[in-house]
């Protein structure tokens, strides 16, 4: 599932095709997205222009004039991307929004898990989607003391609890694996039993380990692109993320996968302990 890294990629991306760009059509070719599509979309759409593309957590949200956002969600395997309308149309790009320019914004979902909307900017508050969210990894309140006073009161496992986006908005698992590795904390632990100096490194390593993989443009197995269709690299330097019994970049002990949740767990099992 793309993540802060991957969605924020997307967003640089398109930023700079997408601005000033008026939206000429909407063309809804499937609703049945994991969040059905309104048929007002078109409506809401349709005549108005771009002004900014920004991020919110794992939300892409195009600012359009008239104090309206749309907002996208890329679910699991979802692409948001800008190509030449000659481009041949491929079976699952759901909405095609042609632009001012004679350029395409097709939002590609083979899962349909993910969401497509506009409201007012006023009203993003209340997309109940989105009001929850906690704090961005970036924002200066996701500090220690408050990464502190979240675990303490936790009796969950500290990967769960990082993925959980009230507590880290943006954050998944491919990431938290990584924060873990760097801090030297098993994925497994429970979250009470951390002190606050493990809580300090844990907050000071999330804004690491993301930008990295932002300079990187993000993680790619198979599904992910940038808005250009692009692959990110990020990949081919994940610690221990996917790389079940590859040696470990510090140590050389074999890397360890353990399942936790619905989603695996990887973690060094000399340099966290
Ligand atoms: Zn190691």
């Known amino acids: ?70 907002i996208s969600h890329l679910g699991m395997s ?3 991307i800008y190509v030449d309308a000659s481009r041949p149309r491929e079976n699952h790009d759901h909405i095609i929004v042609t632009l001012s320019d004679g350029h395409e914004l097709r939002y590609h979902d083979p899962r349909r898990f993910g969401l497509s909307l506009v409201v007012s900017e006023a009203a993003i508050r209340s997309v109940p989607q989105l009001k929850h969210l906690g704090p961005e990894p970036f924002d200066p309140a ?31 698992n491919i990431y938290a694996n990584e924060v873990l590795f760097h801090a030297g ?39 992910f692109r940038d808005g250009e269709d692009r692959k990110g690299r990020f990949q081919n330097h994940l610690r221990v993320y996917d790389r079940e019994g590859e040696p470990c970049a510090n140590c050389s002990s074999k890397i360890k996968r353990v399942a936790l949740g619905n989603r ?9 302990v």
């Open 264 to 272: 695996s767990a990887f973690y060094c099992p000399t340099c966290q």
């Open 142 to 172: 996701f500090s220690a003391s408050y990464l502190y006073a979240v675990l303490r009161k936790s009796r969950r496992r500290v990967r769960d609890l990082l993925i959980d986006q009230k507590v880290a908005a943006g954050l998944g």
């Open 185 to 223: 904390i098993r994925p497994t632990t429970r979250a009470w039993r951390l002190g606050k100096r493990q809580a300090t490194t844990i907050a000071e390593f999330t804004p690491l380990v993301l930008e990295e993989a932002i300079r990187r443009r993000g993680t790619s197995f198979s599904d």
């Open 78 to 80: 979802g692409k948001l």
């Open 1 to 70: 599932m793309p993540e802060l890294p991957e969605v924020e990629t997307v967003c640089r991306s398109l930023r700079a095709r997408l601005r000033g760009q008026k939206i000429a059509r909407v063309e809804v070719r499937e609703r049945r997205l994991r969040y059905p599509v309104s048929r007002q979309l078109s409506f809401r759409l349709e005549g108005r222009t771009i002004l900014e593309v920004r991020r919110r957590g794992k939300y892409i949200l195009v600012a359009l004039e008239g104090d309206q956002v749309w």
